[in-house]
C-alpha cells in the first residue's frame, strides 16, 4: 500500500499561485515517475504534468508557462507550482506514483479554486 499526503490546495484569485506538494510513503519500491492529475466538476480527469525519475517533464498544453513540476526523490515527493491561475484551473488535482512495476497508485486529491 502506498500512502499520500497531499497538501497546498486552497482558494486563490486568478492571476495567483499555489505550490501542490505531495509525499509518497509505503509500498514503493522503484518509481518511474510522478505527476498530477486534475478533475473539475463534470469532466473527465486529465493530465497536468508528470515528471521520470530522470527528471524529464511532461505538461498539458494549457498550463505550460505557468506550471512547474518537481520532484524531490529522496523524499518521494513531488511538487507543482502554479502561477497566473485562472478560473478554469478549478479542480481536484489528484498526485500520483507510477512503478516500474505495478499499477499506479492516487493520492486522495486537494481542491484548487481560482476565483474572484
Known amino acids: 500500500q502506498v500512502q499520500f499526503v497531499e497538501s497546498g490546495g486552497g482558494l486563490v484569485q486568478p492571476g495567483g499561485s499555489l505550490r501542490l506538494s505531495c509525499a509518497a510513503s509505503?509500498?514503493?519500491?522503484?518509481?518511474?515517475?510522478m505527476g498530477w492529475s486534475r478533475q473539475a466538476p463534470g469532466k473527465q480527469r486529465e493530465l497536468v504534468a508528470l515528471?521520470?525519475?530522470?527528471?524529464?517533464?511532461r505538461y498539458q498544453d494549457t498550463v505550460k508557462g505557468r506550471f512547474t513540476i518537481s520532484r524531490d526523490n529522496a523524499k518521494n515527493t513531488v511538487y507543482l507550482q502554479m502561477n497566473s491561475l485562472k478560473p478554469e484551473d478549478t479542480a481536484v488535482y489528484y498526485c500520483?506514483?507510477?512503478?516500474?512495476?505495478?499499477?499506479?497508485?492516487w493520492g486522495q486529491g486537494t481542491q484548487v479554486t481560482v476565483s474572484s
Open positions: 500520483y506514483v507510477t512503478p516500474t512495476a505495478g499499477p499506479t497508485a
Open positions: 509505503g509500498s514503493i519500491f522503484r518509481i518511474s515517475a
Open positions: 515528471i521520470t525519475n530522470g527528471g524529464s517533464t
